[in-house]
């Protein structure tokens, strides 16, 4: 599964972070993303946590914990594993005011290394929600 962390990190790291970034977690396990991100315990576990709906789901309730106008929420793989076929993809989903405005599947080729995957899906989705805001 993705490092959600990950991209914690990266926002932090930007200039005065605080000014836009709330925080962000990290929910690795169905207990947890059914816990605290409210996603449905039989999808996610007939999915493996890993849909669009599950991250359409998660940056919905992220941005009702953290009470914030814009969430962006990720769920995938960034090792081969037999629930994912070996393959190597990630959904995604941002969220303003409470509704969807982006929510897309991305893949990387199943030999990438694991950071590197995440460094990719880290940087297509700062993209997308970088061109977003350019649209508000």
């Known amino acids: 599964m993705l490092r959600q962390d990950f991209y914690s990190y990266s926002f932090s790291q930007m200039k005065d972070a ?3 970034f709330s925080g962000g977690m990290t929910a690795y396990t169905l207990e947890e993303k059914v ?3 409210k996603v449905d315990e039989n999808e996610a576990s007939q999915c493996d946590c890993v849909s669009s709906n599950i991250a359409e789901t998660m940056a919905l309730h992220v941005a009702k914990i953290y009470n914030t106008d814009w969430s962006i929420a990720i769920t995938g793989y960034a090792t081969p594993v037999e629930e ?3 393959e190597l993809f990630a959904y995604y989903s941002i969220s303003q005011h409470g509704k969807i405005l ?3 599947k991305i893949a990387v080729l199943k030999e990438t290394h694991s950071i590197d995957a995440q460094v990719y899906y880290c940087e297509e989705i700062l993209k ?3 061109l977003k805001l350019k649209d508000k």
């Open 35 to 37: 816990n605290l991100l």
């Open 128 to 130: 997308r929600f970088r």
């Open 102 to 104: 982006v929510s897309e």
């Open 18 to 20: 605080s000014k836009f």
């Open 84 to 86: 994912s076929q070996g």
